[in-house]
């Protein structure tokens, strides 16, 4: 019996899970830039890893809990545009569209997301208008 491949990472970086975001949702490693972030906070709505995506938001824009729809299958990150965001930055930006489908019903949810730089790790702050 041939081995089984390792499941790649649902951020469709063609990397398996282990190697990719579970790096991050583990905690053994953390995101080098915002778009690295963004792609494992990505990867961690699709795994319904909520508590990585509170560990990853900013305190001042924070939910106090998070309940993820386990309905919602995430299909597609693309990834559109970054400034900065880089490993010798403090903030960022991401453009992105997610695909996802739920009950039947296909959606897609196009955000321009802010990161910023806390202890030396990447947070989400927020969304902002696109423009
Ligand atoms: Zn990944």
Redesign the pocket.
Known sequence: MPTPRPPH???L?G?P?AE??GRFHSGEAFAPTAEALM??RY?AFARGEAGYLLATWHPLTRPESLELDADVRWLRLDIERTVQGGLFDSEGVVEFTAYSRSGGVAAQQHEVSRFVRLDRRWVYLEAVQPG
Do not use: E, F, G, I
Request: net charge positive; with cysteine.
């Open positions: 990472c649902p951020c970086s990397n899970y990719c975001c792609r494992s990867a």
